[in-house]
């Protein structure tokens, strides 16, 4: 995780990260009634991870496999050309979402321009039903008219904050930390791995 000098709080630890993924997956099998025709798409680098999760909720639960995709959203971000080298990852949209009602899954909703990304991006593969939003922490300070139909935690932060998610099967431990942004940074995701 990161230089405890920078973390202010953890305010999920894995328990409860857990325990919101399973309460989050019931409450998208019960808006959508059932899993027939719904995908999760989870926007990368830690709401893909999250999305498996739910997908593997979701099985577990209704006996059904639903269809699982990842999304790189790293030329569709509004602040594109002020990164001289943004991190590239792949879209892995294994299935037509033409029809489907699409789970964008992301990690922390902030301001709104990741989802406003995704959704420009999700749009220039296809045609979904309806798209709704699945994010495990949201801290606020929206710029955009965005809000999750789903979330983990609302967890309040000041614009000076971090407020970031470490996985187990990535950075060796899961929780959700609420950290001082370092003077140059902002914020954001934490970087694969941690820090």
């Given at each position: 995780m990161n230089e405890k000098n920078l973390v202010k709080s953890v305010c999920m630890d894995a328990n409860e990260i857990e325990r919101s993924l399973?309460?989050?997956a019931h409450q998208i099998l019960e808006a959508n009634k059932g899993a027939a025709r719904i995908a999760l798409v989870g926007i990368v680098t830690r709401g893909d991870l999250l999305a498996k999760a739910l997908a593997r909720k979701i099985e577990e639960i209704e006996g059904v496999s639903v269809p699982l995709g990842?999304?790189?959203i790293s030329f569709y971000r509004d602040d594109f050309m002020t990164h001289f080298a943004p991190e590239v990852h792949s879209t892995d949209i294994p299935f037509d979402i033409d029809g489907m009602t699409v789970v964008l899954v992301d990690d922390v909703l902030y301001t709104g321009r990741t989802i406003r990304a995704a959704l420009d991006a999700l749009m220039d593969i296809g045609r979904p039903s309806a798209v709704q939003l699945a994010v495990l922490v949201d801290?606020?300070?929206r710029e955009l008219p965005i809000r999750a139909d789903y979330v983990g935690k609302n967890v309040p932060s000041?614009?000076?904050e971090n407020v970031?998610?470490?996985l187990e099967e990535v950075d060796g431990t899961s929780a959700v930390e609420i950290l001082a942004i370092e003077p140059g940074s902002r914020a954001g995701s934490a970087p694969l791995g941690g820090e």
């Amino acid at each position: 995780m990161n230089e405890k000098n920078l973390v202010k709080s953890v305010c999920m630890d894995a328990n409860e990260i857990e325990r919101s993924l399973t309460r989050m997956a019931h409450q998208i099998l019960e808006a959508n009634k059932g899993a027939a025709r719904i995908a999760l798409v989870g926007i990368v680098t830690r709401g893909d991870l999250l999305a498996k999760a739910l997908a593997r909720k979701i099985e577990e639960i209704e006996g059904v496999s639903v269809p699982l995709g990842k999304l790189d959203i790293s030329f569709y971000r509004d602040d594109f050309m002020t990164h001289f080298a943004p991190e590239v990852h792949s879209t892995d949209i294994p299935f037509d979402i033409d029809g489907m009602t699409v789970v964008l899954v992301d990690d922390v909703l902030y301001t709104g321009r990741t989802i406003r990304a995704a959704l420009d991006a999700l749009m220039d593969i296809g045609r979904p039903s309806a798209v709704q939003l699945a994010v495990l922490v949201d801290r606020g300070h929206r710029e955009l008219p965005i809000r999750a139909d789903y979330v983990g935690k609302n967890v309040p932060s000041a614009s000076d904050e971090n407020v970031r998610l470490f996985l187990e099967e990535v950075d060796g431990t899961s929780a959700v930390e609420i950290l001082a942004i370092e003077p140059g940074s902002r914020a954001g995701s934490a970087p694969l791995g941690g820090e």
